[in-house]
Each structure stands twice: as C-alpha cells, then as structure tokens.
C-alpha cells in the first residue's frame, strides 16, 4: 500500500442551499456537488474579480466531486470524512447478506478507513459489520453519527412574471441544511492558487439557486487527508465528472466486463449577467464512484478541461467552459 496525501477543502454552510438537478426541479435538491458545477462556480468568480480565464478555462488543477462530512461542531477537530461507496462491488453469498441486502443497498457513503478498504478489494459487508453499528442510514463509519446530519427543508415559493402580465404560480423549493459544522468537502490536486483567489470571492458570492436571497453561502478551511492506496491496480475510480479526452480512450477505459458507471446529463443556466436567461449547451459526463479498466500505480488525471458550452447566440460573447477532467484512484476490483 502507499500513503498518499491530498490537499482537502472544507466547505462549513453559513445557509440552506438548492442545487438543482437535471430536470431543474426546485422540489428535489442535490445533496452533494458535481467537480465540473463547483469548477465552472470557480471560474466565474475569477473573471468576477478581473482575473484573466485560464486557456482553455484550466485553473491549474484537478478537484473532486463535492462530498459530505460530519462534523459535531466547531471545537470538534475530528471531521468525519465520506467518500462515495464505487459504483461496482461484489457482495458475498451469504445468507446475511441476502436478508440484510435492503440495509446494504442503502449505503452510499464511506468513511476513510472503509474507503481504503475497498480500494484494496477487501469485503466491507461482512457479518460484523453488518450485526454491528458500523452501518448508520446512508454512510459506513464506526464513529457514532447523526445519520440525519444533511437535511431537507421544503418550502413553498411565488415567481411573478417581470412584466406582471400573469398571476403569481405557487412552486416548492427543496433547500439543504447541515447540522453543527458538517458540510462538503472535495480535494484539489496541482496548483491551488486561482482555486483559492476564486473560493475567497465564491464563498460570499454563494453556490447553486436562489444566491441572490441568501442561499448557498459557506465558510472554508483547508486541511488534508492521508490515504492508504493500492500500490497498483488495473480499474481507477473516478472521484469526479469525467468526459473523455477521446472515443479510444474511451473504449480502453471500458474495455473489461468488471467496469461499472453511471452518467449525467451537464448543463444548465448561464451565470453572468445580462445572459442569465439562456441555457449553456448540453454534454454527458461519468458521474463519480464509477470504475474504468485503467492501469493505475497512484493519482491519475484524465479527461478533457476546456469544454466550451457557449450556445450559439450573438449575446454570449464569451466561453462557458465545463471541466470533465477527474481525479481517480487506484481500486482493486474482484
């Protein structure tokens, strides 16, 4: 095994906050970030500040997807970090197993210490973790938790025509909010100083909908996490959206009956003003926790930066760029 070092992000909520997902409906919100939102969130705060855009939008680094962790409070040093449960896994044949499959199923989240055990290939839902509390709701810890630690909070809303030409229609908002100090996470991995000029602008600018009332505002600190690793592997695991660089590299990556993967559908509204009306293009991306057939001794980096999703429409004068590169991890799959 080999202990590698990630620099981590710590993302504590100061308010609710909706992140919408792909059919944009504010009755369900997201509970976790994409890397690919939370880099194009970055980017716009840069030119915010009159930075000048990277090429190609490359802030000079790779993040993660935005994950939970718990933390009691603020005098509590100890943050419980989740990672995502990968998306292929094998389960034993066991009897438990089939009669508790409902509780298993449930699990999406991991902590470091069960993370790193499945990077190595080990079986996590044994009998004793199983009989035992290590399963709590969603998430896989020994550390006693609040389960419910990231809440709903449904609210009814008016939208009223600018031109008050039509009456007022009633919807419902689906905020997020996170109890004591908890929040999301990601890791950056390369050179951290745009990312770091753009958090300090974003964490008062907010993140996701409805910014402009208070929602989606934080406060960060940076730490890190030392994780145990395979010291090599032939499957990665993607920690972030990832788009290909290219159809062959692609078909490599998928090249094994033992790859397992989920995509989303990318896009949305456009951020900058006067354009906040128009929708960005549209593009697919593999989702986090899915696995590739990839030789993989350590860290790897993959995937395309600049994706310009600019529309084709005279009044969007500048790119919208998308980031599909990811971070993935060495995993042993059985």
Same mark, same amino acid.
């Given at each position: 095994? /080999?202990?590698?070092?990630?620099?981590?992000?710590?993302?504590?909520?100061?308010?609710?906050?909706?992140?919408?997902?792909?059919?944009?409906?504010?009755?369900?919100?997201?509970?976790?970030?994409?890397?690919?939102?939370?880099?194009?969130?970055?980017?716009?705060?840069? /030119?915010?500040?009159? #930075?000048?855009?990277?090429?190609?939008?490359?802030?000079?680094?790779?993040?993660?997807?935005?994950?939970?962790?718990?933390?009691?409070?603020? #005098?509590?040093?100890?943050?419980?970090?989740?990672?995502?449960?990968?998306?292929?896994?094998?389960?034993?044949?066991?009897?438990?197993?089939?009669?508790?499959?409902?509780?298993?199923?449930?699990?999406?989240?991991?902590?470091?210490?069960?993370?790193?055990?499945?990077?190595?290939?080990?079986?996590?839902?044994?009998?004793?973790?199983?009989?035992?509390?290590?399963?709590?709701? #969603?998430?896989?810890?020994?550390?006693?938790?609040?389960?419910?630690?990231?809440?709903?909070?449904?609210?009814?809303?008016?939208?009223?025509?600018?031109?008050?030409?039509?009456?007022?229609?009633?919807?419902?908002?689906?905020?997020?909010?996170?109890?004591?100090?908890?929040?999301?996470?990601?890791?950056?991995?390369?050179?951290?100083?745009?990312?770091?000029?753009?958090?300090?602008?974003?964490?008062?600018?907010?993140?996701?909908?409805?910014?402009?009332?208070?929602?989606?505002?934080?406060?960060?600190?940076?730490?890190?996490?030392?994780?145990?690793?395979?010291? /090599?592997?032939d499957f990665a695991m993607s920690l972030s959206s990832f788009v290909p660089e290219s159809k #062959?590299?692609?078909?490599?990556?998928?090249?094994?009956?033992?790859? /397992?993967?989920?995509?989303?559908?990318?896009?949305?509204? !456009?951020?900058?003003?006067?354009?906040?009306?128009?929708?960005?293009?549209?593009?697919?991306?593999?989702?986090?926790?899915?696995?590739?057939?990839?030789?993989?001794?350590?860290?790897?980096?993959?995937?395309?930066?600049? !994706?310009?999703?600019?529309?084709?429409?005279?009044?969007?004068?500048h790119p919208v760029w998308r980031c599909g590169r990811a971070l993935f991890l060495p995993i042993?799959?059985?």
């Amino acid at each position: 095994m /080999a202990k590698h070092t990630f620099n981590i992000y710590k993302l504590h909520f100061t308010s609710p906050l909706h992140l919408g997902d792909a059919r944009d409906d504010y009755g369900v919100s997201l509970k976790s970030i994409a890397s690919d939102t939370m880099y194009a969130a970055l980017i716009s705060s840069l /030119a915010k500040l009159g #930075e000048q855009i990277p090429k190609d939008g490359d802030l000079g680094c790779t993040i993660s997807s935005l994950f939970p962790f718990y933390q009691k409070d603020k #005098e509590d040093k100890n943050a419980v970090l989740f990672f995502p449960k990968p998306l292929k896994q094998t389960l034993p044949s066991s009897k438990k197993v089939v009669e508790e499959r409902k509780k298993i199923k449930k699990v999406a989240w991991l902590d470091a210490s069960y993370f790193t055990k499945i990077l190595r290939g080990e079986q996590l839902f044994d009998e004793q973790a199983i009989d035992g509390n290590a399963i709590q709701g #969603e998430y896989m810890t020994d550390v006693p938790i609040d389960k419910d630690f990231i809440s709903s909070q449904v609210s009814p809303r008016v939208t009223v025509s600018r031109d008050f030409s039509e009456d007022a229609k009633p919807f419902y908002m689906d905020r997020v909010a996170f109890k004591g100090y908890s929040g999301l996470f990601f890791i950056a991995d390369g050179d951290v100083s745009l990312l770091e000029r753009a958090l300090n602008l974003l964490q008062h600018e907010g993140i996701g909908t409805d910014r402009n009332v208070g929602n989606g505002y934080f406060e960060y600190e940076k730490d890190t996490i030392e994780i145990d690793m395979p010291d /090599a592997a032939d499957f990665a695991m993607s920690l972030s959206s990832f788009v290909p660089e290219s159809k #062959e590299q692609l078909q490599a990556l998928l090249d094994s009956d033992d790859v /397992a993967y989920d995509f989303q559908r990318r896009g949305g509204w !456009i951020t900058t003003p006067p354009n906040n009306t128009l929708r960005k293009n549209v593009i697919y991306a593999f989702t986090a926790a899915s696995v590739f057939k990839c030789q993989c001794d350590s860290i790897e980096t993959l995937g395309r930066v600049g !994706i310009n999703l600019k529309p084709d429409l005279p009044m969007v004068e500048h790119p919208v760029w998308r980031c599909g590169r990811a971070l993935f991890l060495p995993i042993n799959v059985k």
